[in-house]
């Protein structure tokens, strides 16, 4: 079963930037797309950006778009989201979760344990 971890997270002032990394514990990510979702405190949890298997094809919720940017390295069996001019409102509990395809559902039991982003002042 294949199951994620996320790293990377932290405290950021307004307009800064960090680099969110996911990676499988005991396997590899070749055959997946990876999806990072987030979920801030009182609100559902939210789809913020997709990448397929290959790198090919990337989507982004238009709230990120601009500012987000996801990648791949199955060299290193990570994907990254490099997240720049961060606002407050991207405060969130960050997660990244496994698709055979950007359009099709979460695995199950794919979901990582998150990783918390604060930007503040």
């Known amino acids: 079963q294949l199951q994620l971890v996320e790293s990377g997270g932290g405290l950021v002032q307004p307009g800064g930037s960090l680099r969110l990394s996911c990676a499988p514990s005991?396997?590899?990510?070749?055959?997946?797309?990876i999806g990072w979702f987030r979920q801030a405190p009182g609100k559902e949890r939210e789809g913020v950006s997709c990448?397929?298997?290959?790198?090919?094809?990337?989507n982004y919720a238009d709230s990120v778009k601009g500012r987000f940017t996801i990648s791949r390295d199955n060299t290193k069996n990570t994907v990254y989201l490099q997240m720049n001019s961060l606002k407050p409102e991207d405060t969130a509990v960050y997660y990244c979760?496994?698709?055979?395809?950007?359009?099709?559902?979460?695995?199950?039991?794919?979901w990582g344990q998150g990783t918390q982003v604060t930007v503040s002042s």
């Open positions: 005991g396997s590899t990510l070749d055959y997946y797309a």
């Open positions: 979760a496994a698709r055979y395809y950007c359009s099709g559902p979460v695995l199950p039991g794919s």
């Open positions: 990448i397929s298997s290959s790198g090919g094809s990337t």
